[in-house]
C-alpha cells in the first residue's frame, strides 16, 4: 500500500504562471517531508523541506504548504520557469521514533512548463 | 564541496552474476542510503548505514546487501542477479546529526544505471 501518492502524473502550466504540485499520505507517523525535483538521467535534487510542525516553509520562488489534519502537502512554484520542467517527487520521513535515513517517495509528477 | 559520487555509472551484467556498486557521499556526511529507481515502483528504499552499521532496510530480499567503511564510503552489492533488477541504483548521503532539520535532507549522487540481461 502506498503511503505516499501524487496522483497527477503529469502537470502542464504556461511559463509566468503558477504550478502546484500535490502529495498526499496515510502515515500519520511521518514528521517531515520533501520536495525534489529529477531531471533525466540524474539522481534527485533536494528543493524544500518542511516539518511537522510548521504550516508552510518558503524558499525563493517555492513554498511548500502542510495540511496535517488532511494529511496533504502542496508545492507552489511561482513564477513557473521553463527550466522548472522535470519530475518533481515528494518524500516523507518518521525520523523521530523511526529511521531518518528511509524516505518513503510517492511515484512523481512530470511538470512541462511551456514558454 | 563535492557532491555524492557513484561508479560505474553504466553496468551491463548477465542473470546469475554478481556486481558491486560503490558510494562516496559529500564529506563530513555519516549516512548513507540506497535506493533502487524503476518505472514501475518508482524510488524504493534498499538500506541505510550509519557509522558501519546498517541502521534501517527496506524490503528487499537477501541478495541485496551493503556495508559502509569508516570513511563513510559505503558499496552496495546485489547477488545472483534476476531481469528484475535491472533499475537505476541511487545513492544519498546525509549528515545525520542528531536534532535538527539536517537530521532528514539527503542529497543523491547521479545513480549507476545496472541493466541485467
Known amino acids: 500500500d502506498q503511503q505516499v501518492k501524487q496522483n497527477s502524473p503529469s502537470l502542464s502550466v504556461q511559463e509566468g504562471r503558477i504550478s502546484i504540485l500535490n502529495c498526499d499520505y496515510t502515515?500519520?507517523?511521518?514528521?517531515?517531508f520533501l520536495w525534489y525535483k529529477k531531471y533525466p538521467a540524474e539522481g534527485p535534487t533536494f528543493l524544500i523541506s518542511i516539518s511537522s510542525i510548521k504550516d508552510k516553509n518558503e524558499d525563493g520562488r517555492f513554498t511548500v504548504f502542510l495540511n496535517k489534519s488532511a494529511k496533504h502537502l502542496s508545492l507552489h512554484i511561482v513564477p513557473s520557469q521553463p527550466g522548472d520542467s522535470a519530475v518533481y517527487f515528494c518524500a516523507a520521513s518518521a525520523g523521530y521514533g523511526g529511521s531518518q535515513g528511509n524516505l518513503i517517495f510517492g511515484k512523481g509528477t512530470k511538470l512541462s512548463v511551456k514558454p | 564541496k563535492a557532491g555524492v559520487t557513484q561508479t560505474p555509472r553504466y553496468l551491463i551484467k548477465t542473470r546469475g552474476q554478481q556486481v558491486t556498486l560503490s558510494c562516496s557521499p559529500i564529506s563530513g556526511h555519516r549516512s548513507v542510503s540506497w535506493y533502487q529507481q524503476t518505472p514501475g515502483q518508482g524510488l524504493q528504499f534498499l538500506f541505510e548505514y550509519f557509522s558501519e552499521t546498517q541502521r534501517n532496510k527496506g524490503n528487499f530480499p537477501g541478495r541485496f546487501s551493503g556495508r559502509q567503511f569508516s570513511n563513510s564510503r559505503s558499496e552496495m552489492n546485489v547477488s545472483t542477479l534476476e531481469l528484475g533488477d535491472s533499475a537505476l541504483y541511487l545513492c544519498?548521503?546525509?549528515?545525520?546529526?542528531?536534532?535538527?532539520?539536517?537530521?532528514?535532507?539527503?542529497?543523491f549522487g547521479p545513480g549507476t544505471r545496472l541493466t541485467v540481461t
Open positions: 544519498a548521503s546525509s549528515l545525520a546529526a542528531s536534532g535538527g532539520l539536517l537530521l532528514y535532507e539527503q542529497y
Open positions: 502515515n500519520s507517523m511521518f514528521d517531515y
